[in-house]
């Protein structure tokens, strides 16, 4: 009779026998687990700022209108800007203007139909924590503002604008960028987790013409009723806007109440936004 082949398994890990420290060659050992923390962000800000980049609605938004209106009101005297280049009053307006495009605008609908559709419910089940994905979308959107950065202080210096540059002003134009960016996301993920998607849209779009006309981006405050001036001048897009353009245009030392303005408006945000959100 002939012999019966036996199966010989391995018996390494199991009860009283200690596994052995590395699976032998040519043995498949799968370990499944989470990439690190950096590599899931990073993955996730390339894919927003691949998202935000191929919309024509964001780049309408983002790109074409703050370039348009600064070659527009640079090249016509439609408005009283004051003494000196028109460009170098506008110029830190549609900075600023870009910024509150980006951060606030942008990302407030982006957000809030991302919530109706279920994909940030499904994003939070990822490995992904929520954290993780607040800090890629506000990756993705500091990129975008580099890019804006970049192509709007070219048009300008092609129109004429030198910034008074210096590591002192440079810092904090960078600064201030990144306290707005701070608020203005803060305020985005309030409006975009609290109202719904159709009301996010009209409501974004609302309150980017209405800063765009009273936030001293395109004309000087002065120019409106005095009553409503103090209230404007604590809008943060007041504050960055005239923030930049004191120390870029008129080369005055950094002041401390627009930083002041932005960090309180930043704190005030995500406080409410923490505590209202909601990923459903």
């Not at 009209?202 to 009723?225: E, I, M, Q, T």
Request: proline content about 8%.
């Amino acid at each position: 009779m002939s012999e019966q082949p036996t199966l010989r398994t391995d018996t390494s890990g199991t009860a009283g026998t200690p596994p052995s420290a590395a699976p032998a060659e040519g043995v498949f050992a799968p370990a499944p687990r989470a990439a690190p923390l950096h590599r899931m962000v990073a993955a996730q800000a390339g894919m927003e700022l691949r998202i935000m980049l191929r919309n024509g609605e964001q780049l309408l938004l983002t790109m074409v209108i703050p370039l348009l209106l600064l070659v527009g009101f640079s090249a016509t005297p439609v408005l009283d800007l004051g003494p000196g280049p028109r460009v170098d009053f506008l110029a830190p307006g549609v900075l600023a203007l870009a910024v509150l495009s980006t951060a606030f605008t942008g990302q407030a609908i982006g957000t809030g139909f991302e919530r109706r559709y279920g994909v940030l419910k499904r994003l939070g089940a990822t490995p992904l924590p929520r954290a993780g994905l607040l800090a890629a979308k506000t990756l993705a959107v500091l990129a975008v503002q580099a890019l804006q950065a970049v192509l709007i202080c070219a048009t300008a210096a092609a129109l004429g604008w030198r910034p008074e540059l210096s590591a002192v002003t440079a810092g904090y134009a960078v600064l201030l960028v990144l306290l707005a960016t701070a608020a203005f996301s803060a305020l985005a993920l309030l409006m975009a987790g609290t109202l719904r998607a159709e009301a996010t849209l009209a409501a974004a779009n609302l309150v980017y013409v209405v800063l765009l006309g009273a936030g001293g981006v395109v004309f000087p405050l002065d120019r409106l009723p005095e009553a409503v001036r103090p209230v404007l001048e604590a809008l943060p897009i007041t504050a960055l806007a005239d923030g930049l353009r004191s120390v870029l245009a008129e080369g005055a030392p950094p002041a401390l109440w627009p930083v002041a303005v932005l960090a309180v408006w930043a704190a005030a945000g995500a406080a409410l936004a923490g505590r209202f959100f909601r990923w459903e």
